[in-house]
């Protein structure tokens, strides 16, 4: 649970980050910005935590694959929450690393915020954090202004306060774990992977939001590729399962591996199957699975949303099937030589 709603900005510094790819350059504050305007920062407090609001954005850790400690960005966040160090020199070492990482062609230059936050509620815990925000797409607005006698109009370029690019909050707390932080990315996927394995180097943090997520997409994951007609899998059959895997996490609310096998797959050979799936799935992925843990709400919300099942038939229909798998009915229609769906329905809207 995170909750902003309290939270000040204690201070903050805007730096310029280009691509160097592009002969763009870095373009560093010499001091934090004066936050004199109590209006100024309402607006930029809604910039930077309106997206992190959400309940179903989950949290990560700083990670590296040897030493945490050599994770460039987790010394930066650990200098910053020290009230010894230099704010603005280690905001500088930020944008540097961003800059040194920021040579991939699609990256785009932008405007590069760091924020010490005070009062940030997360998980039943108050405490301090660092934002980091990267603003790199213009909007542009139209001003309408009037004098004695007319109205009149101009434009300006600027930033829309309602899409923030990039973003992250690092939680001054479980130090030893990595750090605790949520990220908002809403760029493309190519773009979210530099700015997640590049330039943060994060892993998800092990809760039952992740869990719950993990389970869901490897269940999913293993209907697609193992409960297909290749398999002598009816169609109908693999819905069903992932009918069945929705429903449990939908109406329970612990998870046990044992209790979903037998309720959600039933018959020995699928299970034997799934397991198998498991361990090579975990192997593969570097994942650590768990056999019970507490399911999170918001993350079945989240990945439901990826269970629309969608049967495509030739180049003339997409069936898309939202619900119960047996209110489809599957045959073959000897007189055209050709297969046919049966759909049964209450109401047509």
């Known amino acids: 649970m ?30 934090p910005f004066p936050l004199n305007d109590p209006d100024l920062e309402a607006v930029l407090s809604r910039f930077f935590l309106a ?15 040897t ?57 039943d815990e108050l405490t301090d954090a660092l934002g980091i925000f990267k603003s790199e797409n213009k909007d542009t607005f139209l001003k309408v202004y009037s004098d004695d006698e007319n109205l009149s109009i101009e434009y300006q370029n600027g930033i829309n306060i309602n899409k923030l690019d990039k973003g992250c909050l690092i939680f001054n707390t479980e130090k030893e774990q990595g750090f605790k932080m949520c990220i908002v990315d809403k ?9 997640k394995d590049e330039f943060l180097k994060v892993v998800p943090r092990d809760d039952d939001f992740y869990q719950t997520r993990m389970v869901m997409n490897m269940a999913k994951s293993f209907c697609n590729t193992r ?22 996490f939908s109406e329970n609310e612990a998870y046990s591996s044992e209790a979903f096998e037998q309720e959600v797959l039933a018959e020995p050979q699928v299970i034997d199957a799934y397991r198998d799936f498991r361990r090579q799935f975990a192997e593969q992925q570097h994942l650590l699975t768990k056999d019970d843990f507490q399911i999170a709400e918001p993350a079945v ?48 809207s």
């Open 2 to 31: 995170l909750d902003l709603s309290d939270a000040t900005i204690d201070k903050i510094i805007v730096h310029k980050v280009g691509n160097p790819s592009h002969d763009e350059q870095l373009k560093c504050s010499k001091d």
């Open 51 to 65: 997206p992190l609001h959400k309940k179903d954005l989950g949290f990560y850790n700083f990670s590296h694959d």
């Open 67 to 123: 030493d945490v400690n050599l994770n460039e960005m987790y010394h930066y966040a650990g200098k910053i929450f020290d009230p010894d160090e230099s704010f603005v020199l280690q905001s500088v070492n930020i944008a540097k690393h961003l800059y040194e990482k920021s040579h991939h062609p699609k990256v785009k230059s932008g405007e590069l915020y760091i924020v010490l936050l005070n009062n940030c509620m997360v998980e």
């Open 187 to 195: 760029t493309n996927a190519e773009e979210s992977r530099f700015w």
């Open 227 to 248: 409960l297909i007609e290749e398999n002598d899998v009816s169609r109908n059959k693999q819905l069903q399962v992932k009918d069945k895997v929705v429903q449990y």
């Open 301 to 348: 919300k989240k990945e439901k949303k990826n269970f629309r099942s969608v049967i495509k038939l030739d180049k003339n229909f997409h069936v898309y099937v939202h619900g119960n798998p047996n209110m489809i009915e599957k045959g073959f229609d000897d007189g055209r030589g050709k297969f046919y769906y049966k759909l049964y329905f209450e109401e047509e």
